[in-house]
């Protein structure tokens, strides 16, 4: 298990994190859910030990990050932003390296780089040369270095950015597969159909604090059942909030150039709310609906899409 409790971490005036808490339990995926700078690599560095924090405690599988560091750690795999791989050794070369590292016994340690390079799909290209793998692959391994050991807990820092779609599903399958073997899992993305695919309980966290938190059903019941209308064009918005609310709408964002509004029944709805924004307010050039999801929710607690809240 994972646990922080009223983690933060401040560098001068400025607090990256600010009293976070949450935990991942055996079998479970936690997620952290929020745009970039929003605070979650800072929270996998100190979980992991590389930053420390300024206040607040982390235990790993019941150790102590800061006064049993080596089992905390022995106990743990990261699987950071920033590719950790030797470009001019193999892939298996490199981990075979990290297997060392790990202090894997030399007759278990190959049946094992064995069974992670399959878990990756990369087993068939373990001779070459990691730096000519493509982006996606290179993440793929870097992940199999990260649980090459069998960590009972593991740190995942948005290891799917930048990837293709095959190398992606890979990464998402091993990692299910890891919760199913009883791994705690903290996983970081702004990727909101990531988190609401793998992860049993999440928190969306924005500036350095957590706004929402539950499983993916309790954040959900926070938007309702009601869909995600965005319109674009050029509008005179000053009176456009009370127009749509009287409508039954809530309106999330009501610019010159965007209005995001919730609404129920919105496909049976849509023609009346353009009908009214044209004729009152301005020209519309794009129109989308999606289902409420955890994006609706972000753009409902801040006002900014995660797209945006770079």
Not at 26 to 41: C, M
Not at 118 to 137: C, H, I, N, P, T
Not at 152 to 167: C, F, H, R, Y
Not at 191 to 219: F, S
């Amino acid at each position: 298990m994972i646990e922080v409790k009223q983690l933060s971490k401040s560098y001068g005036n400025f607090m990256a994190l600010n009293d976070v808490s949450f935990k991942a339990k055996s079998g479970q995926i936690f997620g952290l859910l929020g745009p970039n700078g929003a605070g979650k690599s800072t929270a996998i560095n100190c979980i992991s030990g590389l930053i420390s924090a300024s206040a607040g405690t982390i235990n790993i599988n019941g150790f102590n990050i800061d006064s049993d560091a080596i089992k905390a750690k022995q106990s743990l795999g990261l699987v950071p932003q920033e590719l950790a791989l030797y470009e001019d050794l193999s892939a298996h070369e490199n981990l075979v390296f990290w297997g060392s590292a790990y202090g894997l016994s030399a007759t278990k340690l190959e049946s094992r780089i064995q069974q992670v390079l399959d878990d990756v799909g990369l087993q068939s290209r373990q001779k070459e040369a990691v730096k000519q793998f493509s982006g996606g692959m290179k993440r793929r391994l870097n992940f199999a270095c990260a649980i090459l050991h069998k960590p009972a807990a593991l740190l995942l820092d948005e290891p799917t950015v930048g990837v293709d779609p095959q190398s992606r599903e890979h990464l998402l399958q091993a990692i299910i597969n890891l919760k199913q073997q009883g791994t705690a899992v903290i996983y970081t993305t702004h990727y909101m159909e990531e988190a609401e695919r793998l992860c049993d309980n999440l928190a969306i966290i924005d500036q350095g604090k957590i706004i929402a938190a539950g499983t993916v059903d309790d954040l959900r019941a926070q938007v309702g059942e009601r869909d995600l209308i965005t319109i674009q064009g050029q509008f005179e918005h000053e009176e456009t909030t009370s127009i749509l609310e009287k409508l039954g709408a809530e309106v999330l964002e009501n610019s010159a150039q965007e209005i995001r509004i919730l609404i129920a029944e919105a496909p049976k709805r849509l023609t009346e709310i353009l009908s009214l924004v044209e004729k009152n307010y301005g020209k519309v050039s794009q129109v989308s609906i999606q289902q409420a999801n955890l994006e609706s929710l972000f753009i409902k607690l801040t006002g900014r899409a995660l797209r945006d809240a770079v």
